[in-house]
Each structure stands twice: as structure tokens, then as C-alpha cells.
């Protein structure tokens, strides 16, 4: 008996798939990679005292009190109508259209004295209205 002993085929490793499969794992460590922003130069930043910036000369503070009365920048009103309300926020502003009126009303204030405020001021040409709160902290003392 003679057997054969043809050529032996040699195994090759197919590199393609393994190549396809490191691809992709690549791909992934970079899209799930955080990179982190070193920077050459150190920064000081200005600081800003808020308060000292606080005192605008443009700005109308209108308080509002529990029963309805209204004082603009500390000067009590003796009218609670819309039309003295316009009046005075038109000689606080002394004719400027760009100043910004703060309202500080009551907690328990009525809505429709804060809407007089708001209207007074739209008659006034008065756009920029803005409402004074306190915090949390302040609230409890």
C-alpha cells in the first residue's frame, strides 16, 4: 500500500477580519474617550463686587405694598390711580425710554396693583420691567 503524501497545505491566518475587528475598537475608545483641555498660560480673573455694581442710575424701583399704595424710588404716591403711577415714572425717568423699572412688590400684594405698575409703565414707553425677589435664606429672618 502507498499512500499518498501530496503537498501539505499550509494554514494562513486571514489578517483582513482581525484587522476590520481592531478598527472598530478603535473607533469606539475614540468616541467614548473624555479629553481633558490643558492650557499654557495661567489666568487670574477680575473679580466684580455685585453689590457696588447694584446702584444703577437708570433704574426705577416701583414697591408695591400689601394694601395697593405705591412708592417710586422711596417717594410714597398719593394716588393709587394708573394715571399718577405714569406721571411719576415719567419724572423718575425724566423722559428716557431706556431706563429699567424694578418692581418690588409685597408678597401678599394684589395682582391687579403689580398689572397697574407693568400698564403705568407701558404708558410711560418704559419696555424693560423687571421684579425684585430675595432669597430663601433671606425669607426665614
Not at 469606539?28 to 492650557?39: A, C, R, V
Request: charged content about 20%; proline content about 4%; overall charge negative.
Amino acid at each position: 500500500m502507498h499512500f499518498r503524501h501530496g503537498a501539505r497545505d499550509e494554514p494562513e491566518i486571514n489578517l483582513i477580519p482581525f484587522i476590520d475587528v481592531l478598527l472598530v475598537v478603535l473607533i469606539f475608545l475614540m468616541l467614548s474617550t473624555t479629553y481633558s483641555k490643558f492650557t499654557e498660560m495661567q489666568l487670574r480673573l477680575p473679580v466684580a463686587d455685585v453689590d457696588a455694581q447694584r446702584d444703577h442710575p437708570k433704574e426705577v424701583i416701583v414697591a408695591v405694598a400689601a394694601d395697593g399704595r405705591y412708592a417710586i424710588n422711596k417717594t410714597a404716591l398719593p394716588d393709587r390711580s394708573i394715571e399718577a403711577v405714569v406721571a411719576a415714572l415719567g419724572a423718575a425717568t425724566g423722559g428716557g425710554k431706556d431706563s429699567v423699572v424694578i418692581i418690588s412688590a409685597d408678597a401678599s400684594a394684589a395682582h391687579q396693583a403689580v398689572i397697574t405698575v407693568m400698564e403705568a409703565a407701558r404708558r410711560a414707553g418704559l419696555s424693560q420691567i423687571t421684579f425684585a425677589t430675595q432669597s430663601s435664606a433671606q425669607a426665614g429672618r
